[in-house]
C-alpha cells in the first residue's frame, strides 16, 4: 500500500494534489485515479514547476 503525502501548504483542506514515493501524483478529491511518474519524469516535472 502506497503511502500518500499533501503539501504542507494544504492544511487542512481536502482539495489538494498528493505525492505518493515510487508512484506518483492523485488527486485528493479522486484518489482511486493516478498519474504514474518515473523517477526522470518526477525531476522534469519538479524543475518545470520550480522555474516557472
Excluded: F
Excluded at 508512484?23 to 520550480?50: C, F, M, N, Y
Amino acid at each position: 500500500m502506497t503511502r500518500w503525502r499533501k503539501s504542507s501548504y494544504s492544511g487542512s483542506d481536502i482539495n489538494c494534489v498528493e505525492v505518493g514515493r515510487g508512484v506518483g501524483l492523485r488527486d485528493s478529491k479522486a484518489p482511486s485515479i493516478e498519474l504514474p511518474l518515473t523517477a526522470h519524469q518526477w525531476t522534469r516535472l519538479l524543475r518545470q514547476i520550480k522555474s516557472y
